[in-house]
């Protein structure tokens, strides 16, 4: 049988914003071409992301079979990274706009 957990607090329509304190962002990024079998970075700055922290990211350009990810990498600062697991080098177009969301899991659920 597999194991359960309960996940026990308020109630009600705002279930997910009484779980995790939002916080969004939006960049204007560019990453360097990502040659085959590597990564290219980029850091911007999110006021109130902490280590620990979730990261939620949407792009709005094609990724070139890339996988974009994006992480809390210190306080105050998020890393986004493009995996280039391809065989040819990809570009994400300069000034590619990065929008996302950094999720806090209030006190009180961070003991699950």
Same mark, same amino acid.
């Given at each position: 049988?597999? +194991? #359960?957990?309960a996940? /026990?607090g308020? &109630?009600?329509?705002? &279930?997910?914003q +009484?779980?995790f304190?939002?916080?969004p962002?939006?960049?204007t990024c $560019?990453? $360097?071409?990502a040659?085959?079998?590597?990564t290219?970075?980029?850091? #911007?700055? /999110?006021?109130?992301?902490? %280590?620990? +922290?979730?990261v939620? %990211?949407?792009?709005v350009e094609d990724a070139?079979s890339?996988s974009? #990810?994006a #992480?809390v =990498?210190a306080? =105050?600062?998020?890393?986004i990274?493009?995996?280039?697991? $391809?065989?040819s080098?990809?570009t994400i177009a300069?000034?590619t706009v990065?929008?996302?969301? /950094?999720?806090? %899991?209030?006190e009180g659920?961070d003991? /699950?």
């Open positions: 049988m597999a +194991d #359960t957990v996940v /026990v308020p &109630q009600g329509h705002r &279930q997910f +009484d779980l304190e939002v916080i962002f939006s960049s $560019t990453l $360097t071409a040659a085959a079998a590597e290219s970075q980029v850091i #911007t700055g /999110v006021t109130g992301a902490a %280590l620990g +922290d979730i939620l %990211l949407g792009v070139e890339g974009l #990810t #992480t =990498n306080a =105050n600062s998020v890393e990274v493009l995996a280039n697991a $391809t065989g080098t990809i300069a000034g990065v929008k996302g969301v /950094v999720l806090k %899991l209030r659920f003991k /699950v």
